[in-house]
């Protein structure tokens, strides 16, 4: 089986027999996306779907053009983009707190994580980093040739020639290692340059304690709390003058913050 798209059918194989049992449930949700439009539109069982990705002009005409199923997205900025879909209401993502270990003295080293791509800015992060002489561990995916030959020839050309004993990248790592390299960090940097719909690796970093800076696009102004839980700014510049401030975040507040805001009782209680 070609491995470009097996994740894809198999996906679609689990899709179609779960819905073949729809009888057997009063409500189906779905985080599949488009991938379970074609069944997810005729089932006879209502469907609430959660859309993670972002709305673009096709995503936009496909969703306008369904009866079902009752669409969800995870911030205002997501449902903003596309306001000819009918959202029922908002649901942020919960994090259940006792995977988050907290940390109350900050580290000395800057952190990204996710996925290495153009879009999530790696790039940015090593250009704060060096201008400030602190160290960046970078925690992140870089996905194959075969899946992702943007990617990778962007790592090629703007994130592998800048690696040193200052700038290291790890590749990805389990949950409980990204969670530990989370809580000890001085801060998280999301220097993101598309309107992510939900940064979740934000409030999982802020879980933590470690305050987050993140360019000021999507759904950031909902998740971060701009001076109390980490910097929201717009550029480069004032990325440098926010980690240079970060200092002046509080640690316990960063925590207390998502437990209040984004906690799985909140998500639950959305989704009712």
Request: aromatic share 12%; charged share 20%.
């Amino acid at each position: 089986m070609d491995n470009t798209y097996s994740a894809n059918i198999l996906t679609l194989l689990n899709i179609g027999y779960a819905y073949q049992r729809q009888d057997q449930f009063d409500i189906i949700h779905d985080h599949n996306g488009y991938l379970s439009l074609p069944t997810a539109n005729f089932s006879k069982t209502p469907v609430v779907m959660t859309i993670h990705g972002y709305f673009g002009v096709n995503e936009k005409r496909i969703f306008e053009n369904l009866k079902n199923p009752y669409l969800v997205p995870v911030s205002k900025a997501q449902a903003a983009s596309a306001p000819n879909l009918k959202f029922m209401g908002n649901v942020y993502h919960g994090l259940e707190m006792k995977h988050f270990p907290f940390s109350k003295k900050p580290g000395k080293y800057l952190l990204f994580t996710g996925r290495i791509s153009m879009e999530k800015g790696v790039h940015f992060a090593i250009e704060v980093a060096q201008y400030l002489d602190i160290p960046l561990i970078i925690a992140a995916k870089l996905d194959s040739a075969v899946d992702a030959p943007h990617d990778v020839s962007y790592f090629k050309q703007f994130v592998e020639p800048k690696l040193s004993d200052q700038i290291k990248w790890v590749g990805e790592v389990n949950e409980t290692e990204r969670n530990k390299l989370m809580s000890e960090a001085m801060c998280s940097l999301h220097p993101v340059t598309w309107p992510e719909p939900f940064g979740l690796t934000l409030i999982e970093s802020m879980a933590c304690g470690t305050p987050v800076v993140a360019f000021n696009l999507g759904s950031i102004p909902e998740v971060i709390e701009n001076g109390k839980s980490g910097y929201i700014v717009e550029d480069v510049s004032s990325m440098i003058e926010a980690v240079a401030n970060i200092l002046k975040i509080d640690r316990e507040y960063c925590r207390k913050y998502v437990l209040n805001k984004f906690n799985v009782k909140n998500m639950v209680d959305g989704y009712e």
